[in-house]
């Protein structure tokens, strides 16, 4: 089957990708279907670390570290609930991230890389909990 090679430039990253042949899913369809709004991202192992995030488009969870960066990235893994993306930031650091869906509001998200020359590795269930405030 052939495909169409496009760039792309979605919440700050940047990637190529394939268009799907008729039938296929679209490259980290998975994240498209979380649900937006406002997320609690509860970091493993650190009790009553967390922090809250606006989220209109799962994508974003890809660089939390990195957050608005322009970065080339690579697709790792693809499945149908779970992503690998390896992101390059240009002068700024790099990092590689897996998510795991459970629930289109319920994600366990594992990241490491290094932002700024500072090394950084965290795990976190990521958890939608309403709607975004203004």
Not at 5 to 32: C, K, N, Q, W, Y
Not at 47 to 54: F, L, M, N, Q, T
Not at 71 to 93: A, F, H, L
Not at 115 to 133: I, L, N, T, Y
Request: charged fraction near 20%.
């Amino acid at each position: 089957m052939k495909r169409l090679a496009l760039a792309a430039l979605i919440g700050g990253i940047s990637t190529v990708f394939t268009v799907p042949a008729h039938g296929e899913r679209a490259a980290l369809a998975m994240l498209d279907q979380l649900d937006s709004g406002a997320w609690e991202l509860r970091q493993i192992g650190h009790a009553g670390v967390s922090r809250s995030i606006c989220l209109d488009n799962g994508r974003k969870l890809i660089q939390l570290e990195h957050p608005g960066a322009v970065c080339s990235s690579v697709i790792v893994e693809d499945k149908p609930n779970e992503v690998t993306v390896q992101y390059t930031c240009r002068g700024k650091g790099y990092g590689r991230t897996h998510i795991r869906r459970e629930t289109n509001a319920l994600v366990q998200i594992d990241s490491q890389g290094i932002v700024d020359g500072r090394p950084f590795a965290f795990a976190a269930e990521g958890r939608r909990v309403g709607g975004c405030r203004s």
